[in-house]
Nanobody
Framework: QVQLVESGGGSVQAGGSLRLSCATS????????MGWFRQAPGKEREGVAA????????YYADSVKGRFTISRDNAKNTVYLQMNNLKPEDTAMYYC????????????????WGQGTQVTVSS
């Protein structure tokens, strides 16, 4: 049974930073991906960033390139999302997910999801 637990969300002012963490337990396989997604009220869930558990492959949504960085610590089974220069439009519930994916930023490709952590950015 794969479990994911997000943490690190909170409320910040525009321009601030947060680091989200996603601790995983259960089977982790090298050809799996870890992804961060977000969903704002009334909007569809969108892919933010994704990283392959083994190797160097990473993907970012255009809206966060240059501001967000995804990283992993395989020894701790933890994936991070460093978010800098946050904007009000980054306000959303952030979820991490894992699975064998074809399109790394496509939510429907991921089999396992965490419960989410709220990020609120005020102007």
């Amino acid at each position: 049974q794969v479990q994911l637990v997000e943490s690190g969300g909170g409320s910040v002012q525009a321009g601030g930073s947060l680091r989200l963490s996603c601790a995983t337990s259960g089977a982790t396989v090298s050809n799996k991906w870890m992804g961060w997604f977000r969903q704002a009220p009334g909007k569809e869930r969108e892919g933010v960033a994704a990283i392959k558990i083994a190797g160097t492959s990473q993907y970012y949504a255009d809206s966060v390139k240059g501001r967000f960085t995804i990283s992993r610590d395989n020894a701790k089974n933890t994936v991070y999302l460093q978010m800098n220069n946050l904007k009000p439009e980054d306000t959303a519930m952030y979820y991490c997910a894992t699975g064998y994916v074809v399109v790394p930023l496509r939510a429907s490709d991921y089999a396992y999801w965490g419960q989410g952590t709220q990020v609120t950015v005020s102007s």
